[in-house]
C-alpha cells in the first residue's frame, strides 16, 4: 500500500449519509426532514422539492457538528474515507475534495451537509461536481450520464499528480464504482476504496489501458455519423458491422439496435481524440492562413467555442444567430449563419459558418478579427450567399483540435 500523503481527493458521493444507522440519517428521520424509501430521500407527501431543498440548506448552516468527533466513523462513506487518511496519517492539511454526485434530491442533500462536515472537521476545500441522473428506466440516457461520469472523472484527474491525488468512487451507485475504476486508471491513478464496517482502505493499482489508435481512426467516420445514437444492427453496411463486432469494448447491443457503450462515449470524448471524433472542420485557404498565423491559439479556441455551443440544446441563439441582429438581412435567402465569438481584449471573433450536423461537419466561409469591417461586410451579405461556398474547402481539423 502506498503511503502517500493526499493533498486532492477525488470522490464519488451518494446517500449513505442518510443511511438509517448512520447519525444524520437518524436525524434526519426523527426531525422528519424528509420521508424516505430505504435511504432516498423524498420530498414531505404535501411539500414541493424547492421547499424541501430550501428546509435542508437551512439546516445544513447551523446543523450540530458534535457527531463528526463522537461517532466519526457513523457519517457517511466519504467522511470515513478522510477519517481513514487522517488516522492513518496521509491527509494534507487543508485538502482540496471534489465530490462528484448525481443529479438528485438525495445527492445533492447529502453533497449539501458533507460540505460543511469536511470543511469543519479537516479543514477540507470543497467543490461539488453533479452528473446527470442515472435513471435505470432511460437507457439511451443511462449510457449518456455514465459516459458523462466517467468523462467528470478524468476531468477531476486531469492535471494532478498520482502520488499526491487520492481517486475514491466509494459513493454513489454501484456502476460508478467500475466505470469509475476504468476512467481513474485510463488516466494513471490507482483506486482507493474504503469497506465502511472495519474502516479499512484498499488501493487498487492502475492498470495500464491502452487503445488501438489505428482501429479508432477507421471507426471514427461511422461513430461520428451517428453521433453516439442508437443504430439498428440490421442497417447498418457488412464493413461496420464487422468493425463494431471487433470492438466490443466500445459498443453494446441489444436485439436489432446498437450504440455506444459508456466507455465508448468517455474514449470518443477524450481531447486526445478529439481529430478522430471531434467536429470536422473545413474553411476556406484564407482561413487556413490566418489559424497558421500568430492569433492562431484564439481563433482555433474561438472555433471550439462555437461547436461547444452548437451542440449544447441551451446554446446561445443570439451568438450563433447573429445574422438576426441585422435588419439589412431580413427576409434575405442565406445559407450560412453567422457567429458572434469573444475577444481575447484586442481581436474580436466573427464567423460565416455553415453545420452540417448529420455528417457533424462545420464549414467556415468567412472570419472576421475587425468589427468594423465585421459590421460593413455581414450588413452586406458577404459571406452569407450560397456562392460564397468554397470550390476547394481546406480541412483545417487538426488545426482546430491539436492538443
Given at each position: ?149 466517467m468523462q467528470t472523472v478524468a ?40 469497506h465502511e464496517d472495519n474502516q ?204
Amino acid at each position: 500500500m502506498s503511503t502517500s500523503i493526499y493533498h486532492n481527493i477525488v470522490a464519488t458521493a451518494g446517500i449513505s449519509l442518510f443511511a438509517a444507522h448512520n447519525e444524520y440519517g437518524k436525524l434526519a428521520r426523527n426531525e422528519g426532514f424528509f420521508r424516505f424509501e430505504r435511504s432516498n430521500p423524498l420530498p414531505l407527501a404535501d411539500e414541493t422539492e424547492e421547499a424541501t431543498r430550501l428546509r435542508w440548506s437551512n439546516f445544513c448552516s447551523r446543523a450540530d457538528l458534535q457527531a463528526t468527533r463522537t461517532h466519526p466513523q457513523a457519517i457517511s462513506a466519504e467522511f470515513s474515507l478522510l477519517h481513514a487518511l487522517s488516522r492513518l496519517k496521509r491527509l494534507g492539511d487543508s485538502p482540496h475534495v471534489s465530490l462528484i454526485i448525481t443529479q438528485t434530491l438525495g445527492g445533492w442533500a447529502a453533497a449539501e451537509l458533507l460540505k460543511r462536515l469536511l470543511r469543519n472537521a479537516f479543514s477540507a476545500e470543497v467543490q461539488i461536481k453533479t452528473i446527470g441522473d442515472l435513471d435505470v428506466n432511460e437507457p439511451a440516457n443511462l449510457r449518456r450520464s455514465l459516459g458523462q461520469f466517467m468523462q467528470t472523472v478524468a476531468q477531476e484527474l486531469e492535471g494532478k499528480d498520482a502520488s499526491f491525488t487520492c481517486f475514491a468512487p466509494v459513493g454513489g451507485y454501484k456502476v460508478m464504482t467500475s466505470l469509475g475504476y476504468l476512467a481513474g486508471a485510463y488516466m494513471g491513478f490507482p483506486t482507493a476504496y474504503l469497506h465502511e464496517d472495519n474502516q479499512v482502505l484498499h488501493e487498487v493499482p492502475a492498470v495500464p489501458i491502452q487503445i488501438d489508435h489505428v482501429a479508432l481512426s477507421r471507426l471514427a467516420p461511422l461513430v461520428r455519423q451517428t453521433r453516439g445514437e442508437i443504430m439498428k444492427w440490421s442497417a447498418l453496411p457488412i464493413p461496420d458491422q464487422e468493425a463494431i463486432s471487433r470492438h466490443p469494448y466500445l459498443f453494446e447491443r441489444a436485439d436489432d439496435l446498437i450504440a455506444l457503450n459508456a466507455f465508448g462515449i468517455f474514449i470518443t470524448g477524450r481531447p486526445e481524440y478529439a481529430r478522430l471524433f471531434g467536429t470536422q472542420v473545413h474553411g476556406t485557404e484564407a482561413i487556413e492562413t490566418e489559424f497558421r498565423g500568430g492569433a492562431g491559439n484564439f481563433l482555433c479556441g474561438q472555433v471550439r467555442e462555437l461547436i461547444k455551443k452548437l451542440n449544447d440544446p441551451t446554446g446561445n441563439w443570439g451568438e450563433l444567430r447573429h445574422e438576426l441582429s441585422f435588419e439589412s438581412l431580413n427576409g434575405k435567402d442565406l445559407a450560412f449563419h453567422l457567429y458572434k465569438g469573444a475577444s481575447n481584449g484586442v481581436l474580436p471573433f466573427r464567423a460565416a459558418y455553415q453545420y452540417e450536423r448529420a455528417t457533424d461537419v462545420l464549414f467556415l466561409s468567412r472570419i472576421w478579427t475587425n468589427h468594423a469591417a465585421y459590421e460593413r461586410e455581414a450588413s452586406q451579405g458577404k459571406g452569407l450567399r450560397a456562392t460564397d461556398q468554397s470550390a476547394s474547402w481546406r480541412d483545417l481539423t487538426s488545426l482546430i483540435w491539436e492538443v
